[in-house]
C-alpha cells in the first residue's frame, strides 16, 4: 500500500538489547548482583522514549499520537495500559492520545502501520515505540506465555516450547522435501552473531559460536525439545534470544518535517507498506510462509520496486528456518534454494543483499514487541550512516523489512528509501 502522505522516519532510538549472555545482564554470577536489577518494562519505554526526545528537542511539543507495540506485558510484568506507560515517560506528552497495539511478535510493526496510517489520516508528528521484558519468568513460563501467540487451545500442546516446536515441524518438513542437511542452518547462527559481535546494542554482541558448534547438538548446544518427533530438528543455536529491550521512532508528514526542524535529507522515506494476517493454526503451507511473501509482496508492488532494487534487508530470523523461509518469501531464492543465499555470503555486510546487518532476531535479540521498531530503526541507521563497526561501505537507497507475528499468521513488511 502506498501511503496517501508523505511519511518520513525522522528520528530512531534503540535501548541496549539485554538477556542471558550479554555481560551487561545481571544473573547470580554477576559482580554487580545484589547491587542493582535489570532494567524494568518502565524504564526500556522511558529510556528509549527519553533518548529519542533529546535527539530531537522540538518532537515532545509537536508529537500528536503515541503507539506502543508490545505482546504480553500483562503476563511477564503484570502490567497493560502501555500508551499512558509512554506518556508517564516525559511529563510533555501528558495528554496526548497514546495506545497500545498487539500482534504477537509482530507487535511493532503493526504498532508502525498505526503510526503511518496516522500521518496519512492528517497527523503530521507520531511517536511509535515497541518493548518487551522477557526474563522475569523462567524459561518454561516464559514459552507458555509466549504460546498465545498460537492458537492455544490446538497448538499448546505440540510441546512444553511450543514456538520451537512449531518451526522445528517446519524445519523437518522442509529437509524432507529438499534433502537439506539442517547443520547447515549452522550458517545463519553464525552470520547473526558474527554481526552482533559488532554491535555494542546487539544481546549477543560478546557472544562467540563458530560452525561446528553451531552445527552440532551435545551438551554445548541442546536439543531440548521433548516432542520426539521434531526434537532432532532444531537445537539452541537455532532460537532467537530471550530479550528485554526498547527501540522507538518518530514518524513524519512533510509539515512535521518543518515542525521539527528536520529536512528531508535527514529522513527515510516510507514508500510503500503492505501488513496481512491469516487465520490461527491453519498454516497451509510448511514450506513457504505465504503471510510473509503476501505483505512483502504488497509493498513491493505498490513502491513501485523489484528485489533486486532493495540494498539491505531486515527479516524475521526468530529461527534459522524462518530466515531461511524469509529469504524464499521475499524473492531472494527460488524454494529450496534459501540456504545458498547465506552459504556463497550474498546476505552477508559485504554480500549483494546484506540482511539483519546488527545480527537480526538471534544476534541483536527479540523483545517481542520492540522488534519491528528496531527492523526500521536498523535500516534508517544504515541509511544515515550511523552504524559504527558494522556501517555497510555504501549507505542503501532502499531498504526492506518484514516482521512476522505467530507461525507466519501476521507479517508487516515496509519499503524505505533513504531521502539523502
Known amino acids: 500500500m502506498k501511503t496517501a502522505r508523505e511519511t518520513c522516519i525522522a528520528g530512531v532510538a534503540i535501548t541496549p538489547f539485554l538477556g542471558k549472555g550479554n555481560p551487561d545482564f545481571i ?32 518532537a515532545a511539543s509537536a508529537i500528536q499520537r503515541g503507539y506502543v507495540g508490545n505482546f504480553a506485558g500483562e503476563l511477564f510484568n503484570n502490567q497493560g495500559h502501555l ?10 506528552l501528558a495528554g496526548i492520545g497514546m495506545a497500545r497495539v498487539e500482534a504477537a511478535c509482530a507487535s511493532g510493526g503493526a504498532a508502525l502501520v498505526a503510526g503511518m496510517e496516522a500521518i496519512a489520516a492528517g497527523l503530521d508528528v507520531v511517536l511509535v515505540a ?43 518438513a522442509y529437509a524432507e522435501a529438499y534433502k537439506l542437511d539442517l547443520g ?16 555494542p546494542l546487539a544481546h549477543m554482541r560478546a557472544g562467540r559460536i563458530t560452525f561446528e558448534e553451531a552445527s552440532s547438538a551435545g551438551e554445548h548446544n ?21 530479550t528485554d529491550g ?31 494476517t491469516n487465520p490461527l493454526g491453519e498454516v497451509r503451507d510448511l514450506l513457504r510462509l505465504e503471510t510473509g511473501a503476501a505483505a512483502v509482496c504488497e509493498a513491493l508492488e505498490s513502491g513501485g520496486a523489484r528485489l533486486e532494487h532493495v540494498n539491505v534487508a531486515e527479516v524475521h530470523d526468530c529461527f534459522t528456518i ?19 543465499a547465506v552459504r556463497s555470503g550474498r546476505t552477508a555486510l559485504d554480500g549483494d543483499l546484506p540482511v539483519n546487518t546488527g545480527g537480526g532476531l538471534i544476534g541483536f535479540g527479540h523483545p517481542v514487541g520492540a522488534t519491528g521498531i528496531k527492523q526500521a530503526a536498523e535500516i534508517f541507521r544504515q541509511m544515515k550512516g550511523l552504524c559504527g563497526d558494522y556501517q ?18 501476521t507479517c508487516v513488511a515496509v519499503l524505505l528509501e533513504n531521502c539523502a
Open 27 to 58: 544473573t547470580r554470577g554477576h559482580p554487580d548482583f545484589g547491587k542493582r536489577e535489570n532494567p524494568t518494562l518502565e524504564e526500556h519505554l522511558a529510556g528509549v522514549v527519553g533518548k529519542l526526545l533529546s535527539d530531537s528537542p522540538l
Open 83 to 92: 500508551g499512558a506507560m509512554v506518556a508517564r515517560a516525559d511529563s510533555r
Open 130 to 172: 515497541g518493548a518487551e521484558v522477557q526474563t522475569s519468568v523462567r524459561a518454561r513460563e516464559g514459552a507458555d506465555f509466549l504460546a498465545r501467540a498460537a492458537h492455544y487451545a490446538s497448538e499448546r500442546k505440540i510441546d512444553d516450547f511450543t514456538f520451537p516446536a512449531l518451526f522445528a515441524r517446519r524445519a523437518r
Open 184 to 199: 547447515e542452518l549452522a550458517h545463519f547462527t553464525v552470520k547473526a552473531y558474527r554481526n552482533a559481535n559488532r554491535n
Open 222 to 242: 541442546p536439543q531440548f525439545l521433548q516432542n520426539p518427533d521434531l526434537k532432532d530438528y532444531l537445537k539452541v543455536s537455532d532460537c532467537s534470544q530471550v
Open 246 to 276: 526498547a527501540a522507538a521512532l518518530l514518524l513524519a508528514s512533510a509539515e512535521g518535517l518543518s515542525k521539527l526542524g528536520r529536512t528531508a535529507a535527514d529522513c527515510a522515506r516510507v514508500r510503500a507498506y503492505g501488513i496481512v
Open 322 to 340: 524462518a530466515e531461511l523461509l524469509m529469504y524464499e518469501a521475499i524473492g531472494l531464492t527460488p524454494p529450496g534454494h534459501g540456504i545458498e
Open 392 to 409: 555497510l561501505k555504501q549507505r542503501p537507497a532502499l531498504g526492506l523489512m518484514a516482521n512476522m507475528g505467530g507461525d507466519d499468521r
